[in-house]
């Protein structure tokens, strides 16, 4: 059953306090304003060997007024609820707007701030795909379940320890800007996981292994039954953890790859999602993870990959970590591609970096992950589609001779323009004619991305899709925090280097 926005949040005074800010904004000269009120509630919980080991619950909670005027942006944020703190605040908001206009001047830039058009939306009500929503679950409920899984672990052989921690997030949104769009929103979020460590008393070595379950868009039902196997996947952990006690270290060199979505997607993220961010492409973001190489030149030029890669971003996927009915500046949710039979042909923007640019309207990627932060630009659920009657990841696995299956994300490392790069990850399995034969160890791939897509030769089926993300990409300074998503199919890849972990540590 859908459900509606939260009774607690629209009994606040938003239209009042978004007719005071914009108001005044209109009445300073301001050429655009929009009014952003939010409710941010996060919380978490933490279990070590099936006991209660730490908490938390906050709400973040408060009102911004965003500005252009005289073709600079003004910005400015609150927490007072009343009508004369709103036009207060919208006062500070010209006010720094007039300051940055003469910064901008004395530096001789002569760039100003301008929108992409956007439709009027009038006043609309959004609410993400999720069936209870966490908050309404007993406390004593959640750590129950996280303690129940935990000692499920711990009562198999080889188990030393379990960690296993729940957060959960619900944010409400109200938006409102002087050319008539209001939008209300709310969405649910949660990331379970739970991490088995083995220790090898005698010899003074470990290992772990995490459950693969993704974080998702989803309500308390995650943990229940809908959307995830928990029983299969806990049942497994523990011989999966014994054998990989076992295995032997990896031989560099070069192999064949089979990707698990598990993996696959934090690569998606660090090699295409990031570098697709036109204003990191264009070097308006740099200080904060780099720009990148795909830079606005090569767009529609740029062979990224092979014709099996096609890439789109989305912010409509059904429980997506990024998915919203409007973003931050009033643009209404969108998919569109991004790399088309392995060509460049699109980018994230808002509407700033689309009309700088020329590209027309913006597909909405405007996210600011608290009242007081001023939106900047940020990344969609960016997913490498399926092939449509495509292959099962085991006849993937099926077409190699020698290669590894690569299962479950782990560390990484990728340079400042999004380029060169080595992954790790949870499981790794060699692939001898066709068949898997045991695990391996001290493992990570190594590539440019370029040559990594373009060594992509065939993507699974959607039976083999799966939407994985995470809660924590960072972009920005002050810095701010976004939850997204990424998904794909299970794929094959010819030919990567491979690295020993183990031997390049030792160097």
Known sequence: MPHSIDEAF??????ALADAALARARALGAEH?????????????????????????????????????????GFASGVDLSMDAAAKVASQAVAMAKLSAQV????????????????????????????????????????????????RLLRAGGVAHVDATLTAVHENKFYADTAGT????????????????????AGGGFESMRTLAPPAGRGWEYLTGTGWDWDAELERIPELLAEKMKAPSVEAGTYDLVVDPSNLWLTIHESVGHATELDRALGYEAAYAGTSFATFDQLGKLRYGSPAMNVTGD????????????????????????????????????????????????????????????????????????????????DLIGGVERGIYVVGDRSWSIDMQRYNFQFTGQRFFRIENGRLAGQ????????????????????????????????????????????????????????????????????
């Open 10 to 15: 629209t009994a606040l005074p938003l239209r």
């Open 33 to 73: 304003a929009d009014f952003r009120f939010e409710r941010v509630r996060s919380a978490s919980w933490r279990l070590r060997d099936a006991r209660p080991a730490g908490s938390s619950d906050t709400t973040d909670l408060g009102y911004a007024v965003r500005v252009v005027h005289g073709g600079a942006w």
């Open 104 to 151: 901008i001047a004395a530096a001789g830039s002569g760039e100003r701030v301008e929108l992409a058009d956007e439709p009027v939306h009038g006043e609309r009500t959004w609410v993400s795909s999720y069936g209870v929503d966490p908050f309404t679950v007993p406390d004593a409920e959640k750590t129950g379940l996280l303690a129940d899984w935990s000692a």
């Open 182 to 201: 209001v939008t209300t929103q709310q969405r649910v979020r949660i990331q379970p996981q739970l991490t088995a460590v083995a220790v090898d008393a």
């Open 315 to 394: 912010r409509t996927a059904e429980h997506g970590l990024a998915t919203v009915g409007y973003d931050d500046e009033g643009v209404e949710a969108q998919s569109w591609d991004l790399v088309k039979d392995g060509v460049l042909v699109g980018y994230q923007t808002d509407r700033r970096i689309a009309r700088l640019t020329g590209l027309g309207r913006s597909n909405g990627c405007a996210f600011a992950d608290s009242p007081s932060h001023v939106p900047v630009q940020r990344m969609a659920n960016v997913s490498l589609l399926p092939e449509p009657g495509g292959l099962s990841t085991e």
């Open 440 to 507: 391996l160890r001290d493992v990570a791939y190594q590539a440019t991305t370029t040559d990594f897509w373009g060594s992509l030769e065939k993507v699974g089926g959607p039976q083999t899709y799966v939407l994985g993300g995470a809660f924590n990409c960072g972009k920005a300074q002050p810095g701010q925090v976004a939850a997204v998503s990424h998904g794909c199919p299970s794929a094959l890849f010819r030919g990567v280097n491979i690295l020993n972990t183990n031997q390049e540590a030792g160097r």
